[in-house]
């Protein structure tokens, strides 16, 4: 098992600036990746960025490309995920995911959230 806690929500004005943490532990897998989704009150959870074991691989849902940016400390089984450049549609409640199987599919293991909310 995986176990996933985020960190880091919080409330911001429009135009700040967040990094959110997601601390790993229990089993590790090889050739994992991790990913950020998020959740926003009356919409289904939709992908926000992925990278892959060794942080060379990024991936990003359009809405957010170019203002946040995933990243990893394998040493420290932390992910992260900095946002800038907040705006309202950004609030969300934002999930830590873990694919062990390398694919970008498989989201097995999942954090509990944590709630950014941004103001106009």
């Known amino acids: 098992q995986v176990q996933l806690v985020e960190s880091g929500g919080g409330l911001v004005q429009a135009g700040g600036s967040l990094r959110l943490s997601c601390a790993a532990s229990?089993?590790?897998?090889?050739?994992?990746?991790m990913g950020w989704f998020r959740q926003a009150p009356g919409k289904e959870r939709e992908f926000v960025a992925a990278?892959?074991?060794?942080?060379?691989?990024?991936y990003y849902a359009d809405s957010v490309q170019g203002r946040f940016t995933i990243s990893r400390d394998n040493a420290k089984n932390t992910r992260y995920l900095q946002m800038n450049s907040l705006k309202p549609e950004d609030t969300a409640i934002y999930y830590c995911?873990?694919?062990?199987?390398?694919?970008?599919?498989?989201?097995?293991?999942w954090g509990q959230g944590t709630q950014v909310t941004v103001s106009s």
């Open positions: 995911a873990c694919d062990p199987s390398g694919t970008y599919y498989s989201w097995d293991y």
């Open positions: 229990g089993h590790t897998f090889s050739n994992y990746v």
């Open positions: 990278i892959s074991w060794s942080g060379g691989t990024t």
